[in-house]
């Protein structure tokens, strides 16, 4: 894919002067400043001091009657808590902080690729690898916790004994695959709504592309949900375990 | 439904017998290379997830109809299960990107 460095890193590179140089094999061996070479880390790193300014917004201004902000950040909070104690039975706001930072980093990465100017950090590949890494490390850390290593590589073994040799290799191999499929859902769902509103951009550049990016903004949330739903269910699968 | 498949396997086969013709004998390039083929195996992919998805909003619709108050939790595990199939799509979508 050619590379399409955002208005906003392009602009903070001419303001700062910062030096521009061929970046190899890639984007043809354009020359790029290292922020329009590495723009989706900009959006990542964008996005975290948005997530902390607001987190730290609502903390200062913390009151028994909370005003409209507060409220907002209340009911997302509240939203991710039943969402993640629907699923796990045991503890479940041991997960909520990380679960929830990752749904509100997600949908603002989401959110990034819509505003024109903007870099997208989830239209690459290496940002929702990292947040799949993240949670993968995440739940297999959790599942050993909480079950023991030897149970928790047991477990994989399946309810019936003697199918131990069948059934442990599938599984090991499906959890690696969970990585792969975790991150690749978000980023080619993104991705590939950025590439049709581009040709549509293309297409016709006035009025005919709203429609599509409403849909955009629809799919960012839903992909949003989507992602911290499935890193919830693979945590629950994995400190789950019967007494 | 049958004849549909029934094309469509034949469209692929043909497909396949094209691009090895062509790449058996000269460097020219043929139209079912590369690109297009990436493209119109996606197109294949769509129109299977348009199937499976359409059932399963199907059968998510009834349910919500015969018991509005589980309305919650059926949306829920509907949407979980469209992200699901819809992956498919986009694992071929990845490699269309891939494609050069």
Redesign the interface.
Known sequence: ?EHHASYLATLLTNLLHLARHPWGSFAHGQALSILERYDHLFAAVLATLVIMALALATRIKLSRIPGPFQQTMEFLITFVRNLVADNIAHHPDRYVPLIGTLGLFILLNNLFGLAPGLPSGTGNWNVTLACALVVFFYYNFHGMKSQGFLRYLGHFAGPVWFLWWLMWPLEILGLLSRIL?HS??L???I??EHVVSLIFFTLVPLLVPVPLMVMGLFFGM??A??FI??AT?YVSGAVSHDH | MKKFLTTAFLFTLATFAFAEGTAATVATKSLFEGQFLAHLSLAIAAAGCGLAQGKAVVAACEGIARNPQAAGNIR?TM??GL?LI??LV??V??AA?AVK
């Open positions: 894919m499929s690749l859902r980023f080619g769902n991705a590939g839903i992909q949900f989507v739903m499935l269910i | 829920t949407i979980i992200a819809e992956a986009i694992y979508l990845v990107f």
